[in-house]
């Protein structure tokens, strides 16, 4: 079992920055995928970026102002998100499972989520 916990998300202007952390415990984290999704109200809960083993994959409105970071011994993962757009606001998700390439984005293929955390854009 894996507990996931975010944190960071918060009130942001257009064009700024946030950092984003997914706090595991339960089981190294390194033995799973790993990734964040996003939800906009009214919308499909959808994939934003991943790790699979060393490689990182990221949705293509996020590919250049976001990425993943991790701290292995902290059992953590960030989203550091710049340049930040009103159609970034959402409540953004870690996740946690046995994945692949070819399951990464959808949601019904990871095993382990956190509770959300509110990212809010103000253009």
């Known amino acids: 079992q894996v507990t996931l916990i975010e944190s960071g998300g918060g009130l942001v202007q257009a064009g700024g920055s946030l950092r984003l952390s997914c706090a595991a415990s339960?089981?190294?984290?390194?033995?799973?995928?790993t990734g964040w999704f996003r939800q906009a109200p009214g919308k499909e809960r959808e994939f934003v970026a991943a790790?699979?083993?060393?490689?990182?994959t990221y949705a293509d409105s996020v590919k250049g102002r976001f990425t993943i970071t991790r701290d292995i011994g902290k059992n953590t993962r960030y989203l550091q998100m710049n340049s930040l757009k009103f159609e970034d606001t959402a409540i953004y998700y870690c996740a946690a499972g046995q994945v692949t390439f070819e399951t990464v984005m959808k949601t019904d293929a990871w095993d382990y989520w956190g509770q959300g955390t509110q990212v809010t854009v103000a253009s």
């Open positions: 339960g089981r190294p984290v390194s033995n799973f995928a």
């Open positions: 790790t699979i083993g060393f490689i990182t």
